[in-house]
């Protein structure tokens, strides 16, 4: 999966991943009108709102991109009907032959994570068959529990040809809290990173590893050093655009290849229809707006490359 994440980068020229993140006051009122005179103020109306927002999004980028995240929590705050809206995403993502990457930042002991590894990569076994779960093509993953927590993921990657990507630098404010304590004498997430090269090493694709990592377009300084150090890991690079990143941040996490990292933006795709910027486009045309968000995200980033 990390050979097509790789030739749909090069195809599109777009580094980036839209990230589908769907919170109802982000979703046009036509639509959850629409969605709530069929099913109701329900959960299972919430569901349906935000799997047709996601639908109408993804037909309108989809041409345009590699990848997408959708991060679970948004669809898990709604129940069981807001997995389902999950599902129908990832499945109607990979139909447009998007790479999807589950953010669903997972990471247990290791019979705990070898169930989440099989639940969103893997195939889980029933009688004499095999069902995939979610199916997304990568997965977000929490590295704290240790290496026992990530041995599974990497176990079902090797199997079914997907990837990980694993936090190292978050891009939150209180990141440092924990990931920044120094450790003889080095910062957490260095040592992270260095155990992301190697659990890299087992599985390799042609140039990169199917174990990525998660770097914060918010600590540009850090996400330097993490590239030295993990030469060979894609890194997915989150917190363009809402959270402050702009392109000319994000340089020093590609590699000289001009690949090796891929940048996230959410609501400053999803949601554009709400900024002044995009406002020309109005609650009707939101899909149009989201449209013009990636197109801008692609010239900035591809603008802060080519003056590197
Ligand atoms: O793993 C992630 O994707 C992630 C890691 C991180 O350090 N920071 C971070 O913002 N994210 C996710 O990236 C997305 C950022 O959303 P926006 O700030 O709206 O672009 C959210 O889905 C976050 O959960």
């Known amino acids: 999966m990390i050979q097509k994440l790789i030739s749909k980068i090069e195809k599109t020229h777009a580094p980036i991943v839209v990230g589908l993140d769907p919170m109802l006051n982000y979703i046009p009122k036509q639509i959850q009108e629409k969605a709530f ?6 959960l ?7 799997w047709q927002y ?5 037909d309108h980028v989809y041409d345009l991109i590699p990848a997408v995240k959708p991060q679970i929590a948004m669809y898990e705050q709604f ?14 993502c990979k139909e447009k032959d998007l790479v999807v990457i589950g953010d669903v930042k997972r990471g247990d002991i290791g019979s705990t994570s070898a169930a989440y590894a099989v639940g969103h990569l893997g195939k889980v076994q029933v009688g004499s068959q095999k069902f995939a779960g979610f199916d997304e093509d990568f997965a977000t993953v929490n590295p704290y529990l240790g290496t026992d927590g990530i041995k599974p993921f990497i176990d079902v990657c090797k199997e079914e040809k997907k990837g990980i990507f694993v936090l190292v630098k978050t ?9 920044d304590r120094l450790i003889d ?23 990169y590893s199917y174990v990525g990592a998660v770097v914060g377009a918010t600590y540009p300084e850090q996400g330097k050093i993490l590239r030295k150090i993990m030469p060979k890991a894609f890194i997915l690079v989150p917190g363009y655009g ?13 590699n000289e290849d001009g690949l090796g ?21 109005g609650e009707a045309a939101f899909a149009e707006a989201s449209r013009a968000a990636v197109e801008d995200m692609i010239a900035d980033i591809d603008g802060a490359l080519k003056n590197r």
């Open 242 to 254: 809402a959270q402050g990143g702009k392109g000319k941040d994000l340089v020093h996490f590609f």
């Open 54 to 58: 996601n639908k109408e999004i993804i």
């Open 79 to 92: 129940g069981i009907e807001g997995l389902i809206a999950f599902k129908k995403t990832v499945d109607y």
């Open 261 to 281: 990292a891929i940048v996230n933006s959410s609501r400053g795709i999803i949601a554009a229809w709400k900024q002044e910027k995009y406002a020309k486009y």
């Open 185 to 207: 004498g080095r910062p957490l997430y260095e040592i992270v990173g260095e155990h992301v090269a190697a659990w890299g090493e087992e599985c390799m694709g042609d140039k």
């Open 37 to 42: 005179k069929e099913y109701g103020e329900t």
């Open 171 to 179: 891009s939150n404010p209180s990141s440092g809290e924990f990931q």
């Open 44 to 50: 299972k109306g919430a569901g349906e709102a935000i």
